[in-house]
């Protein structure tokens, strides 16, 4: 199993519909989640933490299932300029590295 | 605005020659990283550096590479005799005494080995 798995898409969305990115990991002692967005040829930007609770941040919802090692992120009321490659990162508690995914290519369609 | 510089924007070389690619912090950080993403492929922890020591490595940081903060500002990344596929984009990405505090990025350097 990969440490960080998600779907490569691309997903093609209509502007102002709602998506969902999953993401699982395989390392059950991961401590940190984030969800960071990469544009083309451009470097990872983060986007946002994800907490046990869940967390909101406008258009952005993250979520996390430790039980089930998956994480998610939906986008309300996608935007043209959601349009970029979303990119699942995990770290450990003692390591100092990040591990991310492959990452989800959204396209937004006008 | 990045949280870190890098510079060159663009590095091209021979095979088999060195390169360095250099890192500036805004701000006085003392946790640093390397990462690369080769085309298409997703983006691979390297190193990470704290107070001037590595603290751990991937496999894929052998000999061939090393690290260092010369004058106490740059972050420097150094690669010795390339090879054609280490072609990629190279990430510095600065981070916090906190493990779970995210990282952020540089704008990167490509390094193209013709």
């Known amino acids: 199993r990969k440490e960080v798995e998600q779907d490569p898409g691309p997903f093609n969305v209509p502007e102002g519909a709602t998506v969902a990115f999953n993401c699982t990991y395989s390392?059950?002692?991961?401590?940190?989640f984030f969800w960071y967005r990469q544009d083309c040829r451009k470097e990872p930007k983060l986007l946002m933490s994800?907490?046990?609770s869940g967390n909101e941040d406008g258009r952005f919802t993250a979520q996390l299932n430790r039980a089930s090692q998956y994480i998610s992120l939906l986008i309300r009321d996608s935007k043209l300029s959601d349009s970029a490659t979303y990119l699942c990162?995990?770290?450990?508690?003692?390591?100092?590295?990040?591990?991310f995914g492959k990452g989800t290519r959204l396209h937004i369609l006008p | 605005e990045p949280e870190v510089t890098q510079t060159p924007s663009h590095q091209v070389t021979q095979m088999g020659q060195e390169v360095i690619l250099r890192c500036v912090p805004i701000?006085?950080?003392?946790?640093f990283y390397w990462y690369r993403q080769i085309l298409g492929q997703k983006v691979e922890f390297l190193v990470s550096f704290y107070n001037n020591e590595i603290s751990e490595k991937s496999e894929i940081f052998d000999d061939q590479f090393s690290v260092e903060r010369p004058d106490g500002s740059n972050f420097t990344l150094k690669i010795r005799s390339t090879k054609l596929e280490d072609s990629a984009m190279y990430f510095c990405a600065r981070g916090d005494r906190d493990s779970n505090q995210p990282q952020h990025f540089g704008d990167g350097t490509r390094l193209s080995i013709l």
């Open positions: 994800v907490y046990s």
């Open positions: 990162v995990v770290k450990g508690n003692r390591d100092d590295k990040i591990i």
């Open positions: 390392n059950s002692a991961s401590q940190s």
């Open positions: 701000s006085n950080h003392l946790y």
